[in-house]
């Protein structure tokens, strides 16, 4: 399943996604028209809350399936009492029940292997089982196979991301660690704009047929040959590039498999 990073952005009302005139509260509802999952961003900034996702999910189209991720106050800004925060992310994401497909953690650029951050990483994926989770590491010193073997002994899902090529990030993988379950970032390839560190010009990038063509041929001809189905979303929001570059790579999917 394709979907994009979030739904609601007003850009995409001015870019052609939306229906000129579109209110944030109808926008998931036609979002739904095109997709059957998307990821909440929101859940990052915002602690997730069991009353605003209940009515999310009594408002959204019926075959919609979410992913979430953590809050920033553990993974980012880490406060003293990350674990206290960890439970009330637990509390409030129950309200989506069997529709949440994953917990997404996602890990600063600066995080990288140490003795520190291993334990912390550790404690908190004990934290947060039973549910499902999938981690995605920004440090490239996390690609190893030993964090391999430790993510398929816990069956926590590696996110495989496409990004700029730029020495210290994660490489672009097709390693499973949880055969129920792939799961793909994709935050474009602005090589200029990934180290503006500007969040507009990041992720303002539009991948072209032939790019994601490519990609279907090697990084996922090999993760669904080894997952039982999986979920790629598209973080490149800007003028709408997220929707359109989801629904092309759907095309050239559903392509293959026909």
Known sequence: MTGTSGYSYLEWVD????????KSTAMLGLYGHSFSIVELNYTWYQMARSDVLTRMAATAPAHMLFAAK????????????????????RQGISALKKRLVAILVQLPPDFDRTVSNRRFLAELLDC?????????????SWAVDSVFVELERRRVILVSVDEPDLPGLFPCLDVVTNPSLFYVRFHGRNLQ??????????FDYDYGREELQKWRETIFMKLASRADRGIIFFNNHVRAQAPRNAQLLGSLIAENVA
Not at 128 to 140: K, N, S, T
Not at 193 to 202: A, I, Y
């Open 15 to 22: 870019n052609g996604f939306y229906p000129s005139g579109t």
């Open 70 to 89: 953590l809050t920033r106050t553990v993974t980012h800004e880490r406060v003293e009492n990350w674990r206290e925060e960890v439970e009330r992310y």
């Open 128 to 140: 947060l089982q039973p549910l499902p989770v999938a981690v995605e590491f920004r440090h490239a």
């Open 193 to 202: 704009g990934w180290r503006s560190g500007n969040m507009q010009k990041k």
